[in-house]
């Protein structure tokens, strides 16, 4: 299973463009990058996912450079309800095991 | 449509006692995944059930069992309880036999241990 490395933590400030890297070196043909946002006290809801180049939906968009040993989660214009902890998964089709890492805590300051 | 819901919202338990989480799938769900959740940490997946059957197992102990029902809803039971089953424990359903399918969690169970 491949591992995950994210930066524990970023501030942003309300309307910039927030760009969340996570490093996952030893992907494998059939792993398919997601990403999910936990507030406190609830369950991590699920953004996006993607197998290569770029995903985007109505709120984020996902890039993954040819390698794949790296994805981007990018939130535009961010705003205050935006502050979570945000989790990158790297899925291996057939092992249905999910393993999260440690998040990256966002913060978004006024 | 009812999203994923769990019960207990809270419980508190002594150590070596047992304890039977429940989870009702989304509608139209039919896998079932239980994680743990300490406190400052990320989601470790415990285990998954699919068509009644433990599909897949995280790294823990046999402490931790599970049961899918005909209805798909779950339940994780967990024996002997320790300090360290101290979190929240999640479900989360997704619909179908992809394992990337996108999973939708429950608000979670605090479990306490004293």
């Known amino acids: 299973l491949a591992k995950t490395t994210q930066p524990i933590s970023m501030d942003s400030y309300e309307g910039q463009e927030v760009n969340i890297t996570c490093s996952h070196n030893?992907?494998?043909?059939?792993?398919?990058i997601t990403w999910y946002q936990q507030f406190p006290s609830q369950g991590p809801r699920f953004i996006i996912q993607?197998?290569?180049t770029k995903v985007t939906n109505e709120v984020a968009s996902l890039f993954i450079p040819a390698d794949r040993k790296s994805s981007t989660l990018s939130l535009p214009r961010v705003s205050l309800s935006d502050t979570a902890v945000y989790y990158c998964?790297?899925?291996?089709?057939?092992?249905?095991?999910?393993?999260f890492g440690t998040g990256t805590r966002l913060k978004v300051l006024a | 449509d009812a999203g994923v819901t769990q019960s207990p919202t809270h419980l508190i338990k002594t150590r070596g006692q047992q304890v039977t989480l429940r989870c009702s799938p989304k509608?139209?769900?039919?896998?079932v995944s239980w994680y743990q959740q300490a406190l400052g940490q990320g989601p470790q997946f415990i285990f998954q059930?699919?068509?009644?059957?433990?599909?897949q197992r995280g790294n823990f102990p046999d402490r931790f069992s599970g049961h899918q029902f005909p209805n798909y809803s779950s339940e994780l039971n967990v024996n002997a309880l320790l300090l360290g089953d101290s979190a929240l424990y999640l479900c989360?359903?997704?619909?179908?036999?992809?394992?990337?399918?996108?999973?939708?969690f429950g608000p979670g169970t605090r479990l306490t241990v004293l």
């Open positions: 989360a359903s997704s619909f179908g036999d992809r394992d990337y399918n996108e999973q939708f």
């Open positions: 030893n992907i494998a043909t059939n792993d398919y």
């Open positions: 993607g197998y290569k």
């Open positions: 998964l790297v899925v291996t089709s057939g092992t249905y095991k999910y393993i």
């Open positions: 509608s139209g769900h039919d896998t």
């Open positions: 059930y699919y068509e009644e059957e433990e599909r």
